[in-house]
């Protein structure tokens, strides 16, 4: 529901940083967000291994999972054009990556509140982004 609620107000460009536990529904969002962006559902899986899945809906998607890697950098992993192009880069693991304090993101992160309930907190790091978390309080809130 929420992926598919900022796919809405994402225009292209946006980079978005997944953090949470294993399993708490990074790439379950990610299915809702392709959802929003007229892609099928069921072609989203955990890149976990192939670390890069494209996608081409409304606007294309760039699903980056780092799970496999200890840290990472963006040159040392040709990140760059993916998470700064037109499209939308949605990184699980974000955290993971050496720069991440560095760049203009809005991070996603989902954390267990119960069994069977998630908590998903946006917030942002710059303005580009500021203005999407915002969009997302008045039209959702």
């Known amino acids: ?21 294993l399993g708490a529904g990074k790439t379950c969002f990610i ?30 998607l760039f699903h980056i999972d780092l799970y496999r890697l200890d840290t990472a950098s963006l040159d040392d992993l040709g990140l760059r054009e993916y998470l700064f192009s037109e499209g939308i880069a949605a990184v699980e693991w974000f955290e993971r990556l050496r720069e991440a304090e560095e760049i203009d993101f809005l991070a996603v992160r989902i954390s267990y509140s119960s069994a069977n309930s998630r908590r998903i907190e946006f917030s942002a790091a710059g303005e580009r982004h500021a203005a999407v978390v915002e969009k997302l309080r008045n039209r959702f809130a």
């Open 1 to 21: 529901m929420w992926g598919r609620r900022l796919a809405s107000l994402l225009e292209g460009g946006e980079l978005l940083g997944l953090i949470g536990d």
């Open 31 to 60: 299915k809702g967000l392709a959802q929003g962006l007229s892609l099928r559902e069921e072609d989203i899986l955990s890149p976990t291994f192939t670390l890069i899945q494209e996608h081409r809906g409304r606007l294309q």
